[in-house]
C-alpha cells in the first residue's frame, strides 16, 4: 500500500533533517562544542523517542493483525512454492539478519559501557530489558531506546579511570577561538 514511502526512508530523512537544519536552527556546533557540549542531547532524544513511539505503533499493529511468527520467524525447513512467497521469506530473512546485527552493535556497545565503568546496570538487565522490550514494544524501538542509553552513558558519567570529572574542567579560549586551554583543578 504505502510500500513506496519506506524505500526512500533514509534520503527523505536526510533531506528533510538537512532542509531544516538550514532554515529553521543556526549552526552552533563551533561554540558549543567548547561551552555547551550537551546542548543537542535533549532534541536528540525527542527525535528518537518519536520515531520510537511509531516504531513501536507499527509493531503493536502488526502483531495484534497477523502474530509474530507467521509474519517475522521464517521457516528454514520448507521451500517456498511462488515467487511471492520466496520473496517473503527473503524479507524474513532480511529482517532476522538486520536486526540481529543490530542487537549485535548494541551487545558490543553495552560490552564497551562495562568494562569503562559507565553503564549502571547489571548484566542480567543489559540482557533482560532488551528482550522484554523487544516483545512489548518491537525491535526498532527497542533499538532506539538501547542507542539513547548508550547516549546518556556516553554523555553524562565518566570513564572509570578519568583523572577529571566534567565538572572539574574549564575551558578558556583565546581571542581567534582556535586554541584551547584545559585546566584541572586539584
Known sequence: MANWVWQAFPLTISVIQRLLARTVAPDTVNVDRLTNPLRDLPAIFWQVGLASAFSSAVWIFTLLKHGMVDT????ALTIPQDFING???LLQWDWVLTFGA???WLAYSFWDLKS???AGLSWA???AIPLACTAAIGPGATFAVGWSYREYCLAYRKH????VG???LQSNTEANGSTVKVTCEQ
Do not use: N, W
Open 72 to 75: 517475522f520467524i521464517p521457516s
Open 87 to 89: 520473496i517473503f521469506r
Open 102 to 104: 543490530c542487537y549485535v
Open 116 to 118: 569503562a565503568g559507565m
Open 125 to 127: 538487565a543489559l540482557c
Open 160 to 163: 572509570k579511570h578519568a583523572v
Open 166 to 168: 566534567r565538572d572539574q
